[in-house]
């Protein structure tokens, strides 16, 4: 089968390698119905992240199962699932606790822009539709793997509340899909920061009620304008650099949260600000699964479109050109078709 | 009148000056009953903080007002009242959502080791008692000046559950007062992280269903075998430096909170753990006047008890005594009277 292999900053080929097995009674091997590219592939691809030797990358899977293990009850050949970018048993303490994405059998899909993909503990990671989802669901879907609970992370871990002033760090397809989520958890004001137009556009129609172009300093003095210098109830930071993690503290009001799930890269936390003011933080890698049932219902009753992230669909064979046009800004986010 | 002064570190004198005046129209000057020496006042004293030149030092007092100023409504001369280290407004944006430390108009007890002190924003800040209250509860009502709101806050800020595990790091009275406060916040297990036996028995004494002896990595493994491998619920952090604040972390359970309320020194948070593993990080400096009438009545109805960490009793006149029993761990805290 066709799988992606990164194999240098820059580097990324798609090649011809056996279809993945099942290798554990609590596996599945799905047909990938479509895949996507995330911001955090991009990491390696610029180079921030090592790439000591080529690997498959790919995390975002929507597909049919092909093959089930023999401890796997609820799915069979023929479902429709999302796969979470975090494989998780769905019973261990800490995803009873929520925190699928730490569970003690976790792991992570690797090589998802394929064919086929691997999941392990599909029991307890898997969701399924009711039936073949319509073809223009497919989008929305695909995003439930992976960006869009992952902006609804950020809302819930910056404690969005019903009324709140919400602040949104980086117009990428999870701080689109973090607006979305504010919207949905009833915030009243959102404050998209974005200086892209098509970005700027998707905001106000997920539910931002104003928008700064600005960035750094003159993007704080732009929000304290916004908020009678009080600053964001909560703030949702969705890039993960420094220069983010900064701004997003200084808009944050005193006793706001920040609610962060951009791979750290170069964060240090203002220590001053977080005890003189008492700005939180908290996040990390979403626990897709615990969000999967409510966002699932949320799609296919029409109230949440995340699939409209993907400003762009390439068949798998382009994904290079994928990759490039993301990189480039020329694209939010890229839907790949096998 | 006599006033505690630090003129560099470890050179705590007792100085003659004025007798602070009313300044503002909402200042009030309060005749000390008793006051304290706080561990934040150890980080100069031990030169972990610059002393550029002397100054008035110490934050905690009760008393009785002298004198008003002719904004102040609600309080007189004679009346006894608890003074927050932190002055606050009690009406700006930042107090209304509970963030009194972040007061725009608020300010910092400075000289309170000393016969007067003056009090900024005396009508939003103060609180008093009905009546004088009996002798015996005169260490209570002080702790609430800041220790037992600050214990508080920790606990708070690590979101602290009915049926928690808690685990605390720091054994100083911040610590002690997080183990009362977890309790009070009905946590089902509490964790101690304390060497001394003295503190020891009266974490105990105050909630703690454990005691951890060990430090470092020991510590953490300790934790965790008490756990079942899971790591605590929620963490509180009541020292400030590198070594608690990795602890705290190495403890706590995914998805768990720190809350973190020791001025920071040197404290840089893993992002890392924070990231894969969902731990945040919330507190700061304590909103003590939010806290107050609740726990002015706990202490008034015999609830709680945190005047027992005062474990001694000097004349301000031996102030630079109290620095040096607390400096060498032979008192956990010294109540001092003028």
Redesign the interface.
Known sequence: MRVTTIHAPGDIRLEEQPRPQLELPTDAVIKVVAACVCGSDLWPYRNADEVPEPRPIGHEVVGVVEEVGSAVRSFAPGDFVVVPFCHSDNSC??CR???H??CVNGGMTAGGQAEYARVTQAEGTLVKTDGMPDPEQVPSLLALSDVMPTGWHAAV?ARVRPGATVAVVGDGAVGLCGVLAARELGAERIIALSRHAPRQALAREYGATDVVAERGKEATAAVRELT?G?GADAVLECVGNGPAMRTAFSIA???A?VG?VG??HD???P??K????????????A?VRRYLPDLLERVLTGAIDPGRVFDLELPLDDVAEAYRAMDERRAIKVLLRP
């Not at 977080?274 to 890698?285: C, Q, S």
């Open positions: 303490p800490h606790a929520g925190i994405s730490a871990s009678d009080v009001r005193p006793g949260m962060f791979v750290p964060v240090a936390p220590m001053g977080m005890f003189g003011h008492n700005v939180g933080l908290a996040g990390g890698m626990p």
